[in-house]
Structure formats: structure tokens, C-alpha cells
């Protein structure tokens, strides 16, 4: 008979002492069969049913013992043999140190003694689901948890217990009604390299299954170490979206915790990699492993603002901010663009000769002292803004990078539109890259030291797009990104391709003249190799020399590695790869059109080599849009061929015949993320919002501004208490300027793939880790990590072309502390 259903009241301590955590935790920890006796109560007696399935304990595992409970309130799961005679022959095959004595029973009553639980360093539960345990079973079973038990729930686990609130945490989530029944083939996204359960197994895992939906996504408040891709198969009406976890771990009650969806068939278990699967988890909750199953639990990240709000009339903590980096000692330097105090009055008379002057200031922040100093400031042409395209103004103080020696000549190199170099009569600017000096001791800049390496022109009569951030590679190249100096107008928001708008000459709405231009440095990613004089040269493996000798030659210039970019602010570069990532704003149009071409795609690329990365001729995956030129703009011509595009502006004075366009990593509109059509059989996309495609469903659009982040790097050497986990190690951080549903995310790239237009493979949410919202951290501006493996963000604050108290220096540290079990509680003749 079938018991009454029961719910796990607030009392934890419905025990008899014969399984009291104590008993329990001097068993466990002991690594050996239990042989403490009950301190009261009679002695259980052995299940009836009790079944060992495998030999004695293997040499090596130090009397590992791995319990599979298969008991259920309704039909026993074909799959639970498939299962034992899987986790036997994981147990008793591989290293000698990794294996383990496996028995199974469906009997309950073993929860209820502590002699018999504790000789196992974890249970499996293998179960049809159901309820299965009563109050004193659960109980012994929390008590084995408590006292540092292992558990690994397979599928139908997620049904066990389904009144018991305590289970549920145990498992981390409950199917979802309307879960697809039928076996389907899907792509699992193996997130975590790290973990055990996952290090080895492809980065696309394709495998049949059947799949659950949840009730709640247990995202953060678990460890996910894989997801399923719910675009590979039919999730049916309670589909979870992109973040769906199939796989996942957490630290519990004293014990360890991991649960998988996958083994819902019978055929799963014959699976190599799903047993490797299976052998890592069991690897950790058995005390044979280490592993972090905190890495992504929002609770265990620590977001904090670490600068004030400036004395009145002083920007004495921080400027209008628009880029960080962080020195090899810590200190964190800052910069302000130019924006003044909102209260000031901006000039925009072309007639004053304040016109656009603004500050630009650099600031660092010593997180040793947790003071700021106000390091210096230069006077750019940066502070008109406000208003229509030709009367803001995007210039300024743009981008920081320290030399990378800096900790012994104290270099820092800025890019900046000094103001004293505008023409107030033509309206046009140049942009320096310059090299100064700082005093290590004191944080103050010299004004004095300033070297000039690389100067250019750029027009300021219309706004945007001055780009500014830059990055060093291992070879100590400098990275340098430049907008497209085009004004968003004039266009509809599709491609800034209109020849006519000028000013005395100077186009300012045609990206054809300067990011499709191979003779100039707007539009660009340059690299350059600095010299100690304050001279530069040009690395070998640029997208030019120089001197092509092509169409009369003269017409390319040497410094350029990227063209086709329309404003890059923050660039980065591995320098365990050397893979440049950067992103850049899109256009402005809301909707793709049939006679232009896309919607605004905001990009972000991984960059393998040098090459030309479309902008105004294609965007995304190599989605053209139209041609316009003379005598009427405003009427289309051909399709752009990103294969052999062609630079038939009026405004261009490089080559005609470019680069083709390499495909970008990740493309967002209002639409959604990678989007995507139907192409005709000239490879033209249909761009019809009904007939698009999604590629990259956890991006979404709206107001949009691309703010690219770092690669992290996990420091084993480094003993900081505040350091990210491993488990970040190589994913690139994406962010938007806005924070809305625009992206704050980590992702996953193929090697296989990277930098030839392959898509990531796993993307994660970072919105609850770097808080958006009220109280949060609402404008991304820039995001770096520190030598300690923390994370500094900075908040542009509210409103733009100013700095206001909302602008601010924020810092993100881990608080969950080493991977588990600790050191000394593992197995005896384990491996870290």
C-alpha cells in the first residue's frame, strides 16, 4: 500500500541518534566502512533486499564506496539496470585512484542506518521518482548530507520527494509539466571546462535524450556546468529559453550535490561520453576530486562601489568615464572624455574659441589606500554635446593604456583630440596618440613628458563615432581603435554610405571615406610596435604595408590591422592568444528593409587576423545592404558583394578593389540576437522580419551600445582571497552601455572556429553577478580585471556628455571561497 504523501516540516532534527550526523560525519570522513555504534535506540535491521553488485574495493580507492538507490512509488524505470551496470563499470575501470565498490538496493530503510549510510561516500539516486522516502528516511538522508555525503541524482531524481522541500534543493529544480516525452537528438553546451563531470567532453555535445522543462530555472542559484540547446530540438510549451540547464552542481547542506537530466534512456548509459559525464560527478561527490560548484551562483559575488560621488564643483573622484586599465600593482586609472558638470553651460558657437573645450581627466584609484588622486588633465575638444548631429560632438579624451613596462618608466599612453588643434573655420581636429609620464609615487602626470607618435585628421563639425579604446598584444604592439567620424544621419540608420552631405568639402555622413577607406585611419583597428624614443613601427602582418603597388599605389596605410568598423570604444586583446576582441556600435535603423539591408547589428568579433570587417558594405554574417551614390542618393543601386566589395565613393582616396569581408562572432538588433534570412541565389538576404532567424537567442536589442570586455585569465599562482574562479578562464565578457535586455554576458568560443565567423557555442547571463538596475551598475562603460582577479566596472552614470553622481568606479569579487571538498577531506590517495 502506498503511503500518504508527506511534507518536511521546519524540524531538522526528526532522527533517532542511530543516524545522527556525527556517526555519519566520523564514517565518511574516515574513508572507511563505518564502526561507531548507535548511541541509543534499537539496531537496524539489514535491508532484506540489499544487493551488492560489484567486487571488493578496488586497490587505490581507499575503500571508496558508491550506493545507487533505485527504489520508486511507481513503475521502475527501464533505464535503472542500464544505470547500475553503468556506475559498475565506471567504478571499476579507469585510474586505479579513481575507482570504487558500487551497491544498489531499493530498499528505503538503509537512510535509517548510520552504519550501513556511512560507508558510502555517495549515493546515487537512480530512481522512477516518486515518493519513496519517509520522514525518517529523509531525514537520514539530509543527516548523510549534514555530515559531508555525497549525492548524484540521475533524470527521474528530479521526481523524487516531489512534497519535500529540502529534496528540492537537493536536486535544484522540478520538472515542468508538459515536458517533451519522446526521445529527441540536441545539443548540449558544455560550459564548464573545469568541473570533472565536463572538462572532456566536446564543446557541442550532440546526443539523444528525453528533456525536461523546469518549473524555475535554477540558474544562480546552482552551478551549471552544461545547457541544452533548446533550437536543436522541440521543447514543447513549457520550454525554459536559451538558459536551459541540463547539468549542474552546488556545495549542500554539508555535502556535495550534482544532478544531471540526461539518462532518461536506457541507451544513454552506453554512451561514453555521458559516463565520463557520470564518472566526473561521481569523482567530486565521492571525495575522490575537487571541484568549484560555486563559480556561478550569483549569491557568492560581492558588487561594490568603490568611489564617491565628486565635491561640488570638483571631479576630484571621476570624470565623464570612458576607460579603464588596471597596472600590475593594482592601481586602477581612469579616464573622464570631457563632458563638464552638467550645470556648466556647453559653447557651440563656431565663432568662440572655447568652443567644444572641455577636460580631460585621468584619475587612479589605489585600492591598497582606497584613495583617488586626481592625476592630471588635458584640454581636448570634447565638451559639445547635446542636441542633433551637428551640434554633439563625441570627441575628447577617448582611451588609457599603461606601457608595458610601466611599473619601471611609468608610461602612459593616451588618445585624445587636443583642442588646440582644431580649425575653427574648416571644423576639423586631429587625434594623438601620445606617450606621458607619471610619477609612481606621487600618481601625478606630466604634462611636460608628452611624446607624439601618431597623429591624424578628423572632422568635428558633425558628430560621431571616435572610437578610443586601446590594448597591447605579448609582442608589445599597441592596439588602437578609431571610429568612423561619421555623422549617424543622413542614411535612414542603414548603411553610412551618403556621398553628399560635406562641409567645405569634407564628407561627413559617407564611412565609405574613412572605414572603407584603405588610405585612412577612421574607421579602423590600427597596430603599431612603440619605440622607446617615442617613435613607432609597423609590425609585420598588417592588412597593408604601405606600399601596394595596386592601383598606383600610395593608396593604403601600413598601421592598419582591422578596416570595416564603425565605432570600436573598447577593444582587448588574450595575450595568452592573441586574439583581439572588439565591438562596436551599430546603425540606427529599428527595422531591416527590403530595399537597404539589415536593422542596426551591433557587433562584437573575435579577430584571429588582420583583415576588413565589413562596415558600410555588410554587417553580421555578411548581410549586404544597398549601394547609393551621385547624382541621387536616395536612390538605390546593386547589393554590396562582401566576397569582392568595392570602394566607389566619391570620398574615397584609397584602393578601390578591398579586402573581402570576414564574417563578425556576434550580431544584435532590436530583433534579437544573430539574426538571420533566407538568401536568394545571389546570396542576398530576404530581410523580411517574418522569415527571420535567430542564431543567438539570448541577445536582444532595443537601445543598444556595445561595450566589449576582457578574456579572463585564472591566476594559479596568485593568493588572492577576491579572484575569480577558474571556471571564467577563457570566456570573453560581451556588455552593452544600456541595462535593459542588451547584453552582460561570458562566452564560450570554438577554437575550431574563432575569428572565421563561428558563432559562440555557450553564452551565460552576468546581469545578477555585475547588477544592472537601481542600485546597480546602470551604463556600462568599461570593464576590466585586476591583477588580484577582481573585476572593476565603470558606471557612465545618467544622461550623456556629462558626469553626474551616478558616474562611478565599481568593484567585483568572489566571496564562495576554494573548490570542495577542502584538502584535507579528501579520500585518502586522491588527487587534487
Known amino acids: 500500500m502506498r503511503r500518504a504523501p508527506h511534507r518536511r516540516s521546519g524540524s531538522r532534527r526528526a532522527l533517532t541518534a542511530a543516524v545522527a550526523a556525527g556517526v555519519l560525519a566520523a564514517s565518511l570522513l574516515g574513508g572507511t566502512a563505518a564502526t561507531a555504534e548507535p548511541r541509543q535506540g534499537p539496531e537496524p535491521q539489514d535491508p532484506p533486499s540489499w544487493t551488492t553488485l560489484s567486487l571488493p574495493s578496488p586497490p587505490g580507492g581507499d575503500n571508496v564506496r558508491v550506493l545507487v538507490f533505485h527504489a520508486s512509488a511507481t513503475a521502475e524505470a527501464p533505464t535503472v539496470d542500464a544505470g547500475i551496470a553503468a556506475v559498475e563499470a565506471i567504478g571499476r575501470t579507469g585510474p586505479a585512484a579513481q575507482r570504487f565498490a558500487t551497491e544498489a538496493t531499493d530498499d528505503a530503510s538503509v537512510f535509517t542506518d548510520a552504519r550501513k549510510l556511512g560507508k558510502y561516500n555517495a549515493v546515487v539516486f537512480l530512481t522512477g521518482g516518486g515518493d519513496v522516502l519517509d520522514p525518517a528516511q529523509e531525514a537520514g538522508l539530509e543527516a548523510y548530507l549534514e555530515a559531508g555525503g555525497g549525492f548524484l541524482g540521475v533524470h527521474d531524481a528530479a521526481r523524487t520527494e516531489p512534497y519535500s522541500d529540502w529534496f528540492t534543493g537537493l536536486v535544484g529544480a522540478r520538472p515542468a509539466a508538459g515536458s517533451p516525452t519522446a526521445v529527441q ?416 547589428y551591433d557587433t562584437f568579433a573575435a579577430i584571429t587576423r588582420a583583415g576588413n570587417h565589413g562596415w558600410p558594405y555588410c554587417m553580421g554574417n555578411n548581410q549586404p545592404y544597398r549601394d547609393r551614390n551621385l547624382p541621387d542618393p536616395a536612390q538605390p543601386l546593386g547589393w554590396y558583394d562582401c566576397a569582392k566589395p568595392k570602394n566607389e565613393s566619391p570620398n574615397n582616396d584609397g584602393l578601390v578593389n578591398l579586402p573581402p569581408i570576414t564574417p563578425n562572432t556576434i550580431w544584435y538588433s532590436p530583433q534579437g540576437g544573430g539574426v538571420d534570412y533566407p538568401r536568394d541565389a545571389a546570396g542576398v538576404p530576404s530581410y523580411k522580419t517574418e522569415e527571420q532567424k535567430l542564431l543567438l537567442p539570448w541577445l536582444k536589442g532595443g537601445g543598444q551600445a556595445t561595450m566589449n570586455g576582457p578574456v579572463y585569465r585564472y591566476d594559479t599562482a596568485s593568493t588572492s582571497t577576491v579572484k575569480w574562479p577558474a571556471y571564467w578562464d577563457g570566456k570573453w565578457f560581451v556588455g552593452d552601455f544600456y541595462d535593459g535586455d542588451q547584453p552582460r554576458h561570458a562566452v564560450l568560443t570554438d577554437p575550431k572556429t574563432v575569428g572565421k565567423g563561428g558563432l559562440p557555442v555557450h553564452a551565460e547571463s552576468l546581469r545578477k553577478i555585475i547588477p544592472v538596475g537601481a542600485g546597480g551598475i546602470r551604463n556600462l562603460m568599461d570593464w576590466k580585471f585586476a591583477p588580484d582577479g577582481s573585476l572593476y566596472v565603470l558606471d557612465y552614470g545618467r544622461g550623456f556628455f556629462t558626469s553626474d553622481a551616478n558616474s562611478a568606479l565599481w568593484r567585483v569579487t568572489y566571496t564562495g571561497g576554494e573548490p570542495t571538498p577542502a584538502a584535507g577531506q579528501l579520500v585518502r590517495g586522491a588527487k587534487q
Not at 449 to 455: G, N, R
Not at 460 to 485: K, V
Not at 549 to 575: C, H, L, Q, S, W
Open 185 to 600: 537528438r540536441a545539443t548540449v553546451e558544455v560550459g564548464d571546462r573545469t568541473h570533472p563531470a565536463t572538462r572532456g567532453l566536446p564543446l557541442n555535445w550532440k546526443r539523444a535524450d528525453t528533456w525536461f522543462n523546469w518549473q524555475t530555472n535554477p540558474s544562480g542559484a546552482v552551478h551549471t556546468v552544461a545547457r541544452v540547446r533548446e533550437s536543436s530540438y522541440a521543447p514543447g510549451a513549457s520550454a525554459n529559453g536559451w538558459d536551459h540547464p541540463v547539468s549542474w552542481c552546488r556545495d549542500y547542506d554539508g555535502g556535495r550535490s550534482f544532478y544531471t537530466a540526461m539518462g532518461g534512456t536506457a541507451d544513454a548509459y552506453a554512451e561514453t561520453d555521458f559516463r565520463e559525464h557520470l564518472r566526473g560527478a561521481l569523482l567530486w561527490t565521492t571525495r575522490l576530486s575537487r571541484a568549484d560548484c560555486k563559480a556561478t551562483i550569483n549569491a557568492h559575488y560581492q558588487a561594490e562601489r568603490v568611489t564617491k560621488p565628486n565635491q561640488p564643483g570638483q571631479n576630484d573622484q571621476i570624470g565623464e568615464p570612458h576607460g579603464l586599465v588596471a597596472a600590475p600593482d593594482g592601481r586602477l586609472l581612469y579616464i573622464g572624455r570631457g563632458g563638464a558638470d552638467s550645470s556648466r553651460p556647453v559653447v557651440t558657437d563656431w565663432s568662440n574659441p572655447d568652443i567644444g573645450k572641455g577636460r580631460g581627466e585621468i584619475h587612479v584609484y589605489d585600492p591598497r589606500t582606497g584613495q583617488v588622486t586626481l592625476a592630471g588633465a588635458l584640454t581636448v575638444f570634447g565638451n559639445k554635446g547635446g542636441g542633433d548631429e551637428l551640434v554633439k560632438n563625441e570627441e575628447g579624451l577617448l582611451g588609457i593604456e599603461l606601457d608595458p613596462g610601466f611599473l619601471s618608466n611609468g608610461w602612459v599612453y593616451l588618445h585624445y583630440t587636443p583642442h588646440a588643434r582644431i580649425n575653427r573655420d574648416t571644423h576639423m581636429g586631429e587625434r594623438y596618440v601620445s606617450r606621458f609620464t607619471l610619477d609612481l609615487a606621487t600618481n601625478k602626470l606630466d604634462p611636460a613628458s608628452e611624446k607624439v607618435l601618431l597623429k591624424w585628421p578628423v572632422q568635428i563639425h558633425s558628430c560621431c563615432h571616435a572610437g578610443g579604446g586601446m590594448a597591447w598584444d605579448a609582442q608589445g604592439n599597441l592596439y588602437i581603435a578609431t571610429g568612423d567620424n561619421n555623422s549617424s544621419g543622413f542614411s535612414g540608420g542603414y548603411s553610412g554610405n551618403n556621398p553628399q552631405p560635406n562641409f567645405k568639402g569634407v564628407s561627413f555622413a559617407d564611412a565609405r571615406r574613412t572605414s572603407g577607406n584603405t588610405h585612412n585611419l577612421n574607421g579602423k583597428i590600427l597596430r603599431i610596435h612603440p619605440e622607446d624614443d617615442g617613435t613607432y613601427t609597423i609590425p609585420a602582418g598588417n592588412l597593408f604595408t604601405g606600399r601596394e603597388p595596386d592601383e598606383g599605389g600610395g593608396k593604403t596605410r601600413g598601421e592598419i590591422y582591422v578596416m570595416g568598423v564603425r565605432n570600436p570604444a573598447r577593444i582587448f586583446v588574450d595575450k595568452t592568444t592573441n586574439i583581439l576582441y572588439a565591438g562596436w556600435v551599430g546603425p540606427d535603423a529599428g527595422a531591416p528593409s527590403t530595399t537597404w539591408g539589415p536593422a542596426k
